[in-house]
């Protein structure tokens, strides 16, 4: 079913609300992406409803120029947005999402913010997919969705995660916080998605982030939890966050009722996260009141990412999208990890190897054997060259000894390609 963007008469707070595509999650929790994990993914000290991320103070953003350019920005020559058949918005996991946000969130959200944030805040951003922009650091984790904007360059200055509401909702996080706004338990896998993009909005220096699910958006805002006294250093902040940050987060369901005006929709929500991050979206020790921020002048905001940029890590070179890659990386550890245990299982212990092989038994005593090795420990006399071959003939042992071995095995035989 397609959806006409535009009308006579409508205004860019129509065509920022317009009913976005019915979804159905087919996928059950176990068949979902599960979330990236990774033990150096920061946790929040404190988390809190993000409770000013609402409409009304929303329209009061720049001086009021939000609310009017909400009521006044004609939208006659804004693209139509067709979602595609319906046949299309069935979810079983993560990448079928992104294909329906692809056809209909992010193209309203561009052409919205191609047609007004030089007028707002006189920069431009723009929606794009995690892998077009980089993390400054050496990283094979890439977010799923990216703020790409000309002052930062190929630094991502939203990002943003898509999940499955089988395996991950705000609900779910909400049963992981006690009373005080502490997370319970930070290994839980409804904590996983807010610590990743806590990570990535530490290693760009952004204080906006979000994820997206067939359910809703949850918008995010990074922070410290404990006041610093004096001005800190780009360094000295990512530090203190990353040691002792907070966590706000609003969400915006997927479906919302179109007659409303007073609420909040997905590509509001985005339109308005996108035009906060490129106006004035680094971390900082303290914020001041959502409806009080201001366009920052270019000079000032110009200088200040010159000096962010100098501050933060060599970019990335891998450009990933992760949920696929761990998803496989995973499943070949897993069965590496069978293999190794089968084989050690299958082998003799040292003291049984000794007793078969006199030769073995001879080295027994040296000092120069490692008797949990599987050979001989010749120490400096190894060349590099050797090491290298006998640990491919290992992990080619390993791999015979997959389901796909022996077929391995005979591929390998009859090419002529053998180890040394």
């Known amino acids: 079913m397609s959806r006409r963007s535009t009308s006579s008469g409508t205004t860019l707070l129509d065509y920022l609300r317009q009913a976005n595509p019915t979804v159905w999650c087919k996928g059950d929790q176990s ?45 006659e020559a804004f693209r139509t947005i067709d979602s595609g058949p319906v046949e299309l918005n069935d979810i079983f996991k ?74 991950w909702t705000s609900l779910m996080f909400k049963t992981q916080l006690n009373s005080k706004g502490e997370i319970k338990y930070e290994k839980s896998p409804y904590v996983w998605p807010v610590r990743q993009v806590f990570h990535y909005c530490i290693k760009t220096h952004s204080r906006y982030g979000f994820i997206i699910t067939d359910a809703e958006l949850v918008v995010l805002r990074f922070g410290l939890a404990s006041q610093q006294n004096g001005q800190a250093s780009v360094e000295k902040i990512r530090e203190y966050i990353e040691d002792d940050g907070y966590a706000e987060w609003q969400s915006i369901p997927w479906k919302h009722d179109s007659d409303n005006t007073g609420s909040l929709s997905i590509n509001l929500a985005l339109w308005v996260l996108h035009l906060l991050a490129v106006n004035n979206g680094f971390l900082e ?129 009859d090419s002529g390609s053998t180890s040394i």
């Open 31 to 75: 068949s979902s992406a599960g979330s990236t994990k990774h033990e150096d993914y920061p946790t929040p000290s404190r988390v809190k409803r993000w409770k000013e991320f609402k409409l009304t103070n929303i329209r009061k953003i720049f001086d009021n120029a939000i609310d009017l350019a909400l009521k006044d920005t004609p939208t």
């Open 94 to 167: 993560e990448d079928c999402l992104n294909s329906v946000i692809i056809r209909s969130i992010q193209p309203i959200t561009v052409e919205a913010l191609s047609k007004t944030s030089q007028a707002i805040v006189e920069k431009d951003i723009f929606m794009h997919r995690g892998t077009a922009a980089k993390l400054p650091s050496k990283s094979r984790f890439q977010p799923d969705w990216a703020g790409k904007t000309s002052l930062r360059g190929d630094i991502n200055a939203l990002p943003g995660d898509t999940k499955v509401s089988k395996s």
């Open 285 to 413: 020790s303290n914020y001041g009141k959502l409806s009080e921020e201001v366009k920052r002048p270019n000079a000032e905001l110009i200088q200040q990412h010159k000096e962010v940029m100098a501050c933060l890590e060599p970019l990335s070179g891998k450009e990933t999208d992760v949920e696929d890659e761990v998803e496989s990386g995973q499943r070949a550890a897993s069965i590496a990890s069978r293999a190794e245990s089968q084989r050690s299982d299958a082998l003799p212990s040292p003291d049984e190897r000794a007793a078969d092989d006199p030769y073995r038994a001879s080295f027994q005593s040296s000092s120069n054997f490692d008797s949990n090795a599987r050979t001989p420990f010749v120490g400096s006399f190894v060349s590099e060259g050797s090491t290298t071959r006998s640990r491919k003939r290992r992990q080619e042992a390993m791999q015979d000894e997959t389901p796909n071995g022996s077929q391995k095995r005979r591929l390998r035989k």
